[in-house]
Structures are given as C-alpha cells and as structure tokens.
C-alpha cells in the first residue's frame, strides 16, 4: 500500500527555538500515535525557512529534550487508544 501523505497528520508540535529541533506526534491513518525527533528548522540566508535531517543531538537538544519529556509523554499517552 503506498504512502498517501492525506493521512498523515501531526497531532503535536513543539520546536527548540536556539537548535530548531522539531518535536512532533504524528499519527497515519488509524494508527497508534508516534513520536518523531527531527527535523531541524533554520533560516537560509535569504531569510527563507528550510529543514535537514535531526542527526546526532547536541548537548542543548538533549537538555530542551529533557525539558519538555514529560509533556510529550502525557500527550501520547492521551492520544495512544488501550489495546
């Protein structure tokens, strides 16, 4: 079955404002929700918004991580159905 990006939503957002680091809880279709780490927002130069890959996290994405992972956890757990 191929990926219909209609079904994909994001449910939940947070963004590190010093890293750009995006947080997200996403669900496709009927799903159980997932939490995603990635991408990174910047600015070019141009002042335009564009994104990149997360890669490996710094020691600041690892503390606003830190920060907001009980947030991120309750919210999951809101949405994520009991099997």
Known sequence: MP?????????????CEETGLVVTINQYAD???K??????????????PSQRKAGRLSI???L??????DEVKETL???VQPQ
């Not at 606003?64 to 992972?69: G, L, M, S, T, V």
């Open 3 to 15: 990926f219909d990006p209609e079904k994909d939503k994001e449910l939940k957002r947070w963004t």
């Open 31 to 33: 799903s159980q929700p």
């Open 35 to 48: 939490v995603q780490i990635g991408p990174r927002v910047y600015l070019r130069k141009d002042g335009t």
């Open 60 to 62: 600041e994405d690892l």
């Open 64 to 69: 606003w991580f830190y920060d907001i992972i």
């Open 77 to 79: 757990m809101r949405l």
